[in-house]
């Protein structure tokens, strides 16, 4: 099992007390939380949504001022002040919903660049499970694709949204003032729009909450295809992934139909009803002109509240249509941005002080979950300056021993400390600064092979790269590579044979120059001259600092301080390499078997 392999089993039992499960936001609490973020900027918010209140009473003033130009004129009397004050109105509006357009576009831009950022960051602290189990493509798609949807609602709430609410809040009393039987038309069909609203998010509310789950497992495919594209071409599964997507997307398209029919149906159904209104207010104000209770200025203003009505009616439809849609996905990007790792600073909690670097467990254990898997009262000591190999069958606990000394997750009793410390009183951040940690995944960034070992010491000059490279043995491939320092290692690496990436992450450690350092099979992709090569810069790495191994290679633990011997999740054996060998118990055994290999023994691998 690999590190990576065993961390992701680890993490994925480490909640041995989740969280009880919230109760999914509704899409109420969703467009409020959505709104709500806009309080970073409270100030000009408001501001704007007052303006967009002043832009709304405008427009509400132009069927008025409309209709009375037409009782002028059809009077007799002079229209120039009521077409001057309209100019006027008229000017200020669009000089105000300019600004306000600018303003908010601007506004929205900047939030959801501070959304991207904290979900980010709040991605990048969550336990590795959380990513083993939505998949990195589905990670980046909430965070792309909520922080899209927070800005179009951002947006559609600065620029339109205020000035419809406002539109229509004034209008229906406006114009029962005016005319209280068209005034009944107007509302009638404000109803309308918001029963049918009503009803068609009633019926598509499930469906859209699966549509997002299927868009969910289409970007989480694409990501684990892309990540494993070695493993896609060597096996020949081209057309089978290519294949198991398109089944994916049918699946989606096949949940997306019946939402995109209702809300085509809502469509129909809202503008049937719009234009059933506007011939009753016709109807209705022909009549009342007939009868001699009504002007035909008034019928021509009530014929611009009908069209702006439906104007603002189909905005307010169309803004909930796509905060609808977008519901799901803004609820999966504030669940991310809830998501808390179950391993965080202790309240009070110190930066760490080395002082020596012994490092001692105590009757420490951990489970995964109800199983019998984990490790169980370790006790033992690395004394200041000594190094202790960890060996052990696959499986045995070696890993996670180490896993609990970084803190990846937290044991369920007993205590680690550091130079008398507990680790879980001082900050993450200096305990893990304290370690310098060698893997046998390199973990390699897509970036400069300078930049990946400045992740080390983000100080460094070039000349201290060129030096840790050189003590790693990987100054002259370094230099070999087009660019040199400046060459791109590929992602995770890829662009670098497998020695080559282990020794990148090996001199990134000699830069680090923690007090601490931890090897889990740091030299396994390495052939035996150059793990040779490299052990003389290891040797003069470990001097004056406590070293823990994981190894499988006899060259690698024969000169040890002390070995300790796992299985089954207990160390059963500890000495050194003669004395363990002398007891002939399971250490011995391992080297009989071979799983403990000499360098001679060891394939060449690709360098």
Known sequence: MTPRDDILEADASNEAHPAEPRAAMSLPQVYLRAVLLLAQERGLAIALAAANAAI?????????????????????????????????????????????????????????????????????????????????????????????????????????????????????????????????LLLVLACIYCAFNMMVIAKTSGG???????????????????TNVPIVQSYSRLQAEARDLKGLMENLLRAQYPVLTWWGILTVLTRAASTITMVAVFAVGTYLISVDEITVGEIVSFVGFAGLLIAKLDV???????????????????????????????????????????????????????????????????????????????????????????????????????????????????????????????????????????IGSPQATDEELRDAAARAQALNFIEAKPGGLSFIAGERGGALSGGERQRIAIARAVLKDAPILVLDEATSALDTGTEAAIKRGLDDLRRDRTTIIIAHRLSTVANADQILVFDDGRIVERGTFDSLVAENGLFAGLVAEGQLTAPEDDEHTQT
Request: hydrophobic share 45%; charged share 15%.
């Open 208 to 226: 859209q909450s699966e549509v997002e789950q299927f868009h969910m497992a289409v970007s989480g495919r694409v990501g684990d295809t892309l």
């Open 316 to 454: 307010l439809s169309g803004f909930i249509t796509r905060v609808f849609m977008q519901a799901p996905t803004m609820r999966s990007f504030f669940e991310l941005v809830d998501a808390s790792s179950p391993i965080v600073d202790a309240p009070g909690a110190k930066p760490i002080r080395i002082t020596e670097g012994a490092v001692h467990y105590d009757n420490v254990s951990f489970r995964y979950g109800a199983g019998t898997d984990g490790v169980f009262d370790l006790s033992f000591t690395v004394p200041a300056g000594t190094t202790t190999a960890l060996v052990g069958p696959t499986g045995s606990g070696k890993t996670t021993t180490l896993a609990l000394l970084q803190r990846l997750r937290e044991p369920d009793a007993g205590t680690i400390t550091i130079d008398g410390q507990p680790i879980r009183d001082v900050t993450l951040a200096s305990l893990r600064q304290s370690l310098a940690v060698v893997f046998q995944d390199a973990g390699l960034f897509n970036r400069s092979i300078a930049e990946n070992l400045r």
């Open 56 to 184: 709304g009473l405008v427009q509400l003033a132009e069927p008025i001022l409309f209709g009375a130009i037409v009782d002028a004129l059809s009077k007799g009397g002079s229209p120039w002040g009521a077409i001057g004050l309209w100019a006027l109105i008229g000017f200020l509006g669009i000089l105000g919903s300019v600004v306000v357009a600018v303003s908010a576009d601007r506004l929205a831009h900047r939030q959801r660049l501070g959304a991207m950022s904290s979900a980010f960051e709040r991605a990048i602290t969550l336990p590795i499970s959380y990513h083993a189990e939505r998949g990195t493509g589905s990670v980046i798609r909430t965070i792309v694709e909520g922080t899209s949807a927070l800005f179009a609602t951002w947006l559609s709430f600065l620029r339109e949204q205020c000035t419809a609410v406002i539109a229509i809040g004034f209008m229906i009393p406006v114009a029962f003032w005016m005319e209280w039987r068209l005034a009944a």
